[in-house]
């Protein structure tokens, strides 16, 4: 038995699964939702391993909840699929780049913020003609993911842009990559994940043009989980782990560890 433990342990994340309730105290698994295809926040690798920091915050925060990294179900929860998952009761919770938003805490509540970024762009390496935000109003082709917060921005403040609305982002950089779009948007943190994948291929340009602010989205008013998550954020803060967690999924891209931001007060 003391051998099947240590693997267990060596292996904390390699348990993947495809739905189920969204577990309870009083159930021996939980179920997150998480991006599946954004490198340095939220990947399933070809072996069925997760990794990314979304991940490490999510499974720090299930462990305060009691549970092991075994007993987590992963679910992929695409941005415009996110509120759905939590009403269905699908997924106990979604750290999944998910900005706090007005309109969305209309449908579900947050826990949070854990991380502050903010709106950029990726281009390919060569490219010299886009250089920040206002430079796609030239009939630029630009690529972001159908129910997302910089989609939105671009819609409202950008309106001389041709946005083409793909469901992921992957889908995105891989069109950035075959040229049949000239830019990909979203938060910096993200575009850095894709940068540092594919080293000499793309670069982010301009200065970031937004605030986002990720929180772990859950059920609308359940107030008693979202105290619980809250106070898991701020103890993985103030121990060193969120810390680590960024340094060993983002520090490759180059990004600086930032301060962690201060809680909602809700």
């Known amino acids: 038995m003391a051998a099947v433990a240590a693997i267990a342990v060596a292996l904390p994340l390699s348990l993947t699964a495809c ?11 939980i179920v997150i939702g998480t991006k599946f295809d954004q490198p340095g926040l939220g990947l399933k690798n070809p072996d069925g391993k997760m990794t990314g920091f979304d991940v490490d915050v999510a499974t ?3 462990k305060e909840l009691g549970y092991t990294p075994e007993q987590i179900e992963w679910k992929e929860s ?6 759905t998952l939590i009403q269905n009761d699908q997924v106990k919770f979604i750290a999944a780049t998910y900005s706090i938003t007005d309109a969305r805490k209309e ?28 430079s796609l109003q030239n009939n630029k082709k630009l690529c972001s993911v159908s129910g997302s917060t910089p989609a939105q921005r671009i819609k409202d403040e950008y309106p001389g842009v041709q946005l083409q609305q793909y469901d992921t982002y992957s889908a995105c950089i891989e069109a950035l990559k075959n040229g049949a779009i000239d830019a990909v948007t979203t938060d910096e943190v993200i575009l850095a994940g894709y940068a540092a ?24 008013d359940d107030n008693e989980l979202q105290k619980k998550i809250n106070d898991a954020i701020a103890k993985m803060e103030s121990d060193g782990a ?3 967690a960024f340094e060993k999924n983002l520090g490759p891209a180059g990004i600086q560890v930032p301060s962690p931001p201060a809680l909602d007060q809700n």
Do not use: H, M
């Open 197 to 220: 994948q594919s080293p000499g291929t793309f670069k982010i340009v301009g200065e970031p043009f937004s605030e986002e602010r990720y929180g772990i989205g859950l059920k609308k």
């Open 242 to 244: 969120w810390k680590a």
């Open 60 to 62: 720090y925060v299930a």
């Open 19 to 29: 739905g189920g309730s969204g577990g309870g105290s009083d159930e021996n698994k």
């Open 107 to 134: 449908k579900v509540s947050f826990a949070g913020p854990y991380l502050v970024t903010g709106q950029s762009l990726l281009v390919k390496a060569d490219n010299t003609d886009i250089t920040g935000a206002p």
């Open 78 to 83: 695409p941005s415009s699929q996110r509120e």
